[in-house]
């Protein structure tokens, strides 16, 4: 019979590091993943030669990144994976690094997203298949069309849609890891409209940088002298794909059948939740996913943001890191990176951004596809 | 116009809406699963490679819209519409809007195809939009 991860040996985060994330630089992305690897390492306190395998996301750097990167933490001649899985890359890696763990394979295990973009356009091979506006309707214009349809079926307003990109904008500016690090008014939200009334600031930069986290078993741990104390054990790990029919919104669809899994899995319901990093690369996806997490009932999340349930210290902190808003995408880091912020929280390590007491997150991430993933990390 | 261009619509109507252009997709034979646009690759519902052509009647209902102020990394040189559509026949898809300037445009409202000549390269001397039917 099929397992799940929670079904086999525990799984701790014990070591996560980043490089900033930020504007396209002269900066190698060996150099951005190298720091965010060491970074990591010395927070959980081994060594390179004590990592059994390594599984590297990234997504706009081409065919296997991962050796001439990490050959630069010596010779180990340990495996290497190279995942990539649009948005969802650094995710992915983190699931596969669990389940390696998991299993029994390995007792030390790294997931480390790097990437940068140095060429504007993304390559994707032709399925052959025509659309009527495929060339016209980019990521951007797809979530307006999104914001139009909830504003009219929910009856809220773009401004009140625009909150959520304040909310992250603010919590970003508290965070030295994020590439938008300014606290923004509303109006300035509202200014510079792109597509319907998505603005400039409720669309995420794209930019680079790096995530690393260390993935550990209790044998490893013990054998290691590691601190216990502050592992953060992965409840959960959950995946899907996109189903079959005319759904013109097949990422939140897909989110609440995976939230689902992930959520019975932890043995907790999504009220529970303490911590939420969700896929906000645009300000309406935050809402949706987070009403098909079930945190709140659908159209009820505009008025509980009003009355701060989803800031630092509300209900449940809600993209406390900034989100893909305010953090940035990078595209391979950001699924391991909302897993080191979940990390970071849940051991009360989050300084200014410190969501009071909190036990229990989720890391959520779609990609383009659509795949879909969630991992439930409790202390 | 390229062959996959001619794929996606052609002049003539359905039987229903005989005055617009009908849009070309598909349907499986063996799950009844339609979908837009005509693809031979296999039902992405149940597997099957025994589809056939269905054509689609022109009209529809509008689920949403947008109006692109920003048309970079588009083919168009200035702002434009778009919208999502529920057609008559029960596929949803998204198509670029003809709308008169000024329009309002509300989920619900009655779409109908229209062919206007090209604006977009490479995909032949005429284009598919969907405009308010009581334009």
Known sequence: MAKLISDLRPVYVVGIGFHPYQRSSETSYVQLGLTAVREALADAGVSWEDVESSYVAHALLGMAAGRPML????????????????????????????MEVASGISDVVLAVGVDKRERPEVYRASTGLPDLAEDSILPFTHFALLTDEYVHKYGVTPEDMALVAVKNHAN?????????????????????????????????????????????????????????????RIASSAAGSERAGNNLNPDTALTADIMRLAIAQAQIAATDLEI????????????????AIGI???????????????????????????????????????????????????????????????????????????????????? | ?????????????????????????????DCGYVFFPMQRYGCEKCGSTALRVK??????????????????????????????????????????????????????????????????PNHGAQDLRFMPAAD
């Open chain 2, 55 to 120: 054509k689609l009647t022109g009209r529809g209902t509008l689920i949403a819209s947008a109006f692109v102020h920003m048309p970079v990394g588009t083919p168009h040189e200035g702002p434009f519409w778009v919208g999502s559509i529920q057609t008559d026949d029960g596929a949803i898809l998204r198509s670029i809007l003809q709308v008169s300037e000024g329009a309002v445009l509300k989920p619900g409202t009655p779409m109908i195809t229209k062919l206007v000549p090209e604006t977009r």
């Open chain 1, 296 to 379: 709140c009932k659908p159209g009820h999340y505009v008025p509980m943001l009003k009355e701060g349930a989803w800031n630092i210290g509300g209900h449940c902190a809600v993209s406390p890191s900034g989100g893909l808003l305010a953090m940035g995408h990078p595209v391979g880091p950001t699924g391991i990176g909302q897993v080191g912020e979940i990390t970071r929280q849940l051991r009360g390590e989050a300084g200014a951004r410190q969501h009071k007491n909190a036990k229990t997150g989720l890391a959520h991430m779609v990609g383009v596809g659509a795949v879909c993933y969630a991992h439930v990390l409790m202390k």
């Open chain 1, 71 to 98: 050959r630069h933490l010596g010779d180990s001649g340990r495996p290497i994976v190279h995942i990539e899985n649009a948005s969802a890359s650094g995710s992915a890696a983190v699931r596969h690094a669990c």
């Open chain 1, 172 to 232: 970003g500016a508290k965070n030295i890891n994020a590439q938008r690090q300014k606290v923004r008014t509303i109006e300035e939200v509202m200014s510079r409209p792109i597509s319907g009334s998505i603005t400039a600031l409720q669309c995420t930069p794209i930019g680079e940088g790096g995530a690393a986290v260390i993935l550990a078993s209790e044998e490893g741990i013990k054998r290691l002298g590691l601190d216990m104390g502050r592992a953060v």
């Open chain 2, 1 to 29: 116009m390229t062959e996959e261009a001619l794929a996606l619509f052609q002049s003539e109507g359905t039987d229903q809406l005989p005055d617009n252009p009908a849009l070309i997709g598909g349907g499986c034979d």
């Open chain 1, 276 to 291: 939420l990093e969700v896929h906000d690369a645009f300000s309406v996806e935050e809402l949706l996913y987070a009403e």
